[in-house]
DNA sequence: CGACGCTTTGACTATACTCAACCCGTGTGG
DNA sequence: CCACACGGGTTGAGTATAGTCAAAGCGTCG
């Protein structure tokens, strides 16, 4: 049922327009139409690689349904995590522009559902719809204001502190509850953190015993005082 | 004299042709006046700030003479250095697409040439000639590239390591020297590489002892043993 | 039910930060 | 031209933070 939904703006199956609206949403019917020609779709298990690094790269990868990691070896073999992928979000763009070598690893967190665009039609359509290079422009500028906040957090900031303003940026601002779902496993938050499994563990007892916490299940949080979690 | 040389291709005086290389090279001589006309130019004294942290952003910067610092203050107060621009570098992008407010800060390290495009008039550029997207998307995702990187690194490997790979990434790989010429002091060194000046200094002379590197001046240091840094 | 992987707990340790003192080079003013 | 002050750099001692390693507990999925 739910997948015949049909989007009223662009005529498409609801998820596929949920799915491509922050980089195409301004696009109108036909032009619409004409970038569904050029999206392959593709799905993947919980667990398969969508790509890896070192590979050539000739598409862009936009998630339409399920969970992604992004993640990376450092130069001495250890495991980091970038970022996670939802429904809507892209990633392949790096080598698209450049290298067209990955210089990451994408793996599917759970069953996954992804649309690929071709390097050469996506940059065809660029040239042709400068709109969406603009799209494309926010997202990435969007991505490197990330990327450098992370970064500026892991010079600076403690293991503590960075496990809290994570803790306070997963809260769902819409909701009035205050209870953080976690993404990923403690094994990979630490990754993604970086720190390890047994910290995590540790500083989210210590932030209880200071009531500013509860942990009601291994994956589900609540957070119990804000500005006190910040004050750290 | 210098001043006066022009570029063959562009017509253009021969340092702005330079500094504007990266995102205009591809123009032809008419294209290139017309973004000329757009083009102011503001010079900077040594220290002098180009721009400020929750500022409002509204031009492209592009170096054209100069050294520039760009660094942010984590939410705890520190500063950490983000990057280092040199001639023909550009920035302010991040604000252009999106908050329109500034996230870090830039200070000129050495009295300092900027040009700057308007954010209208480099938005109308860009839907005009979608070539432009092209490069700014390409010179995006370099930078973002870089940014994991570095992300990746402050996560995973141990300040040992970091300088390591920085002073291996120094080096000019055109020239046949060894010898790398340090972009900052020591201190900003640090706060780029995440760590204290202190810290910074023992590395150096604990490398120096192991006879991979030799401390020339407080700037230059000849690398005497690349791969052994590197198995650090 | 069993096994595997994730999580927790504990004890120990390394890494690198802090603080304080001192050194050095450079630029300024007498 | 010298003296001094200032900022950056170095050195040393002490310590906090968080990582490592090992073992045991727990949950979940076949």
Redesign the interface.
């Known amino acids: 049922m739910k997948d015949h939904v049909h989007c009223h703006h662009c005529g498409l199956e609801n998820d596929y327009c949920i799915s491509l609206v922050p980089i195409f949403n301004h696009l109108e019917k036909p032009q619409m139409d004409e970038v569904m020609t050029l999206i392959h779709s593709k799905s993947y298990k919980k667990g398969e690689d969508i790509y890896q690094s070192g590979h050539t790269s000739d598409a862009l990868y936009i998630v339409r349904k399920g969970r992604v990691k992004i993640y ?1 070896l ?3 073999g ?1 495991e ?1 995590i ?1 970022r996670i992928l939802n429904p809507g979000d892209f990633t392949g ?7 067209s070598v990955h ?2 690893y994408a793996s599917a967190l759970s069953d996954t559902d992804i649309c690929m665009i071709k390097r050469n039609d996506l ?1 065809n359509l ?3 719809y ?2 969406i ?2 799209r ?3 997202e ?6 990330q ?11 403690r293991v503590e ?1 960075r496990i809290a ?1 994570f803790l306070v940026e997963s809260l769902d601002t819409k909701s009035e509850s205050h209870v953080v779902d976690l993404p990923m496993s403690k094994k990979d938050l630490a ?1 993604f ?2 720190t390890t499994p047994e910290t995590i563990s540790r500083k989210l007892f210590e932030f209880e015993d200071a009531g500013l916490i509860k942990q009601i299940t291994n994956k589900k949080i609540e957070i119990m005082d804000v500005d006190g979690l ?1 004050l750290i």
């Open positions: 990376r450092s130069e001495s250890k980091q970038l763009e790096l080598a698209l522009f450049n290298e210089d990451a940059q660029l040239l042709k400068p709109n290079s603009m494309i422009l926010s990435f500028s969007n991505r490197l204001a990327s450098e906040t992370q970064t500026t957090r892991f010079a600076t900031e502190m303003l990754s953190l970086g910040l």
